[in-house]
């Protein structure tokens, strides 16, 4: 087991049980099985040191919860590739547009090959290996070997983050960065080395933005490059453990990204959306920075410094995404959420779109072209007196900044 800093120390798979996701082959339904409720994959971190942002589905009793019954013709709970290339105006981008990704994350998944060659499979997605030329995984100097020591809880995370890359882009090539471990010093470090073999770097974790953050910033910053991270997930002002914004979503060379509810509707989209908020603790992040300045293309009035975030997309694990993850305790199929699923699906969008390496190397393309997003207007993730910190409205709020996406004509 790893020292204090580990951040896998809890970890649980999740079917989805009991709502209106379940589907055909997930195991344990019942009447009396419990109420599926949901953990953080990973635990929090120091002061220096980041937290995956993976939220994942358990029962209440915290039984791992799994889809086990599945085949090629029974799919597993949770959203499908089709399900969110038809909720974001994807379907034919999805189908042709090419890119490359590089995910940045702590420790070693072993399986990460082998779990992302399951999910393509179980979709017909076109197989994404490192034979084939279209998935490399290396450590955060750019090498094969050696590779940090295994964790769990960043595993999960690890599948996740593959996963939503292959949903919403299915024929991008796909570059995995591991860091040594969760310190800010080798994640920077892997994310600078992700800027220089990819235009599009996705970064699904965070720590304190507090004193001493913005010596990390440099790490997010490059020409051509666009950074996106998660903004967190835990509600506005967070819980004693990430107060505000964390990094690096507050960096101003990087699109912060917050979470939805994405639910079924008869409209002619299908879907809608609210601000994530499962709980007191639980629920997408939004904030003022309290370290780094106020970007010139951000124009919103009772934040002084950098506010977060800039887009969103679904991360309730109520309503929660398909991921296939061999190295949990009971690995198999699991429904996950957190604003881990919504960076990698944004950091996706930016590859469909072709023409990052031209745009800013920040958001404020997406402010400029914000009439091309679903603006989320209902929910709220904390308490603020019913404005745009924590309030979803018309136009930009915190939670989830401009909107999400319809198409690629925002990016």
Known sequence: MHNSIRTGLAVFTAGLLGSSLLVAGTAGAGASAPAPTSRAACSAAPAGYATCDA??????NGTPLVSRNVSPTINPA???????QKAYALTALSASKTGTVAIVDAFNDPSAEADLGVYRKQFALPACTTANGCF????????????????NGWSEEISLDLDMVSAICPHC???????TNNSFTNLGAAAKRG?????????SYGGHDASGALAFAPDYTKAGVQYVASNGDHNFNGDGNLSGPQIPAAFQSVTAVGGTALKRASNARGFTESVWKTSSTEGTNSGCSVTVA???WQHD????KRMIGDVSAVADPNTGVSVYDSQAPVGGWSVFGGTSASAPIIASIYALAGNAATIPANASHIYANATHLNDVTVGNNGTCSGNYECTAKVGYDGPTGLGTPIGTAAF
């Open 78 to 84: 949770g959203y499908h590739p089709a399900d969110l």
């Open 55 to 60: 939220f994942v589905r358990v029962a209440s």
């Open 301 to 304: 009035t009772i934040c002084k």
């Open 294 to 296: 106020k970007p010139a």
């Open 195 to 203: 800027g220089l073999l990819a235009h599009i770097v996705s970064n």
């Open 173 to 179: 090539k796909i570059i995995l960065i591991e860091a």
């Open 136 to 151: 490399k995984k290396i450590n955060q100097n750019g090498a094969a070997s050696p590779l940090p020591p295994n964790d």
